[in-house]
């Protein structure tokens, strides 16, 4: 219990200390050495306050995700209110362009069976659910859908790098017609690396934050896993949590979100 207490009195701290220093600085990655690893978690963690970490210059907060998961979905579709008072406008989701028009008249109840299918077919039916989770939980406090990913024909032509030019050039095109827009973008963690869609927004001029969920690397890179098994034996795993991110995946910070940790894929 007093070990319990101690914990949370030093996260608190670590808390006040990164917000005291500004909302964008962030401890440097941690290298994915398991020696000693738990006891640096315990110095780098904060309590996961949305509004807080939501920069006000940045328009586009990116959220990355792992393929055959769902659970990241259901935690954003949980917390979207807080998302939308922070400033949130808008939720991208990695759905092709051709469907935008159905994600517009999502909202308003129609055409929901064409969405379903097209989550289905994109993503699968376990994570497909998990997006259709998010996707209503947006449209309950009135934020608009974006679908920002290119169609197949054009995602076979072209390489990784046009994909990421072409996601960047629509959130750019959204917020120079829309000043007031702010953007929440889940899509694949390899999307938002700083080098990735950061990289390319900022060359059209606007700034971003970017996180990404880790996992239990079951199923991904053996930093994932070292983390996971770093935070149980720091007994980090019972509330949502920011941190270093491990250096492949490259955002500014990862979210250490309980369900999504126990998931299996």
């Given amino acids: 219990m007093l070990r319990t207490a101690f914990l949370w009195v030093a996260l608190e701290l670590a808390a006040a200390t990164a917000l005291a220093a500004g909302a964008e600085r962030f401890p440097p990655p941690l290298a994915a050495d398991p020696s000693g690893l738990a006891d640096r978690l315990r110095l780098n963690v904060t309590p996961l306050r949305w509004r807080e970490l939501i920069a006000p210059q940045a328009r586009v907060v990116y959220v990355g995700d792992t393929p055959m998961r769902r659970e990241g979905k259901y935690y954003l579709a949980a917390v979207v209110a807080d998302l939308a008072a922070a400033g949130i406008?808008?939720?991208?989701?990695?759905?092709?362009?051709?469907?935008?028009?159905?994600?517009?008249?999502?909202?308003?109840?129609?055409?929901?069976?064409?969405?379903?299918?097209?989550l289905w077919e994109t993503q699968g039916l376990q994570v497909g659910e998990g997006t259709l989770g998010l996707l209503r939980a947006s449209c309950s406090v009135g934020l608009r859908l974006l679908a920002l990913?290119?169609?197949?024909?054009?995602?076979?032509?072209?390489?990784?790098?046009?994909?990421?030019?072409?996601?960047?050039?629509?959130?750019?095109r959204l917020l120079d017609q829309d000043?007031?827009?702010?953007?929440?973008?889940?899509?694949?963690?390899?999307?938002?690396?700083?080098?990735?869609q950061p990289a390319a927004l900022k060359r059209r001029g606007f700034e971003s934050r970017s996180y990404a969920f880790?996992?239990?690397?079951?199923?991904?890179?053996?930093?994932?896993?070292?983390?996971?098994?770093?935070?149980?034996?720091?007994g980090l795993r019972s509330a949502a949590l920011l941190l270093p991110c491990p250096s492949q995946i490259g955002a500014q910070g990862c979210l250490a979100v309980p369900s999504v940790l126990d998931e299996r894929p």
């Fill in 179 to 196: 000043p007031g827009a702010r953007v929440l973008a889940v899509l694949r963690r390899h999307h938002v690396a700083q080098r990735a």
């Fill in 214 to 234: 880790l996992t239990n690397g079951l199923e991904t890179a053996d930093e994932d896993r070292r983390y996971y098994l770093a935070l149980d034996a720091a």
């Fill in 89 to 118: 406008t808008h939720v991208a989701v990695e759905l092709p362009t051709a469907y935008q028009a159905d994600l517009d008249r999502y909202c308003g109840g129609r055409d929901q069976g064409r969405v379903r299918e097209a």
């Fill in 149 to 172: 990913d290119a169609d197949a024909k054009a995602k076979d032509s072209g390489g990784l790098e046009e994909r990421e030019e072409a996601m960047a050039e629509r959130l750019a």
